[in-house]
């Protein structure tokens, strides 16, 4: 009748069916969480998978590459990538460079053709080249 802590066996029972129910589902909330992250954790290599091309290719047998296949190659094609993005800002700064040198250039040309000094010189030269062009059809 009474268990061996004084309370009665019935409680005991109670207690007991109480504790295992608690435990089951402690131990289902446990696996529902587990199997969502591993769900979670899958979803994220398929499209890892999808989003690398060189992951994107199924092996001799059919099979999907392995995960760790996909990690590997999946830092490859970052740094592959970011090779590719070191290499165009260095293009970039070099282009930029030669827009500000011929933005330089251009300027300078304009002042030489505003400037009266050379406005002066200029008739002269087209005026020596006519000359010179008309004495070869004359002669």
């Known amino acids: ?22 435990k089951e589902r402690r131990r289902e909330a446990h696996t529902r969480k587990r199997n969502k992250r591993r769900d979670a954790i899958k979803k994220g290599y398929d499209y890892l998978q999808d989003l690398v091309p060189a992951c994107q290719q199924v092996d001799s047998a059919g099979h999907k590459v392995s995960k760790a296949t996909v990690l590997q190659k999946s830092i490859d094609y970052i740094q592959f990538v970011q090779q590719q993005k070191k290499k165009q800002e260095d293009d970039l700064s070099l282009l930029r460079k030669e827009v500000i040198a011929l933005q330089i250039m251009r300027a300078n040309y304009e002042q030489l053709v505003k400037s009266p000094s050379v406005a002066a010189i200029k008739p002269r030269r087209i005026s020596c080249q006519v000359r010179s062009s008309s004495r070869r059809f004359s002669s």
């Open 1 to 22: 009748m009474f268990g061996a802590n004084g309370g009665s066996a019935s409680s005991g029972a109670r207690s007991s069916s109480t504790s295992v129910s608690y």
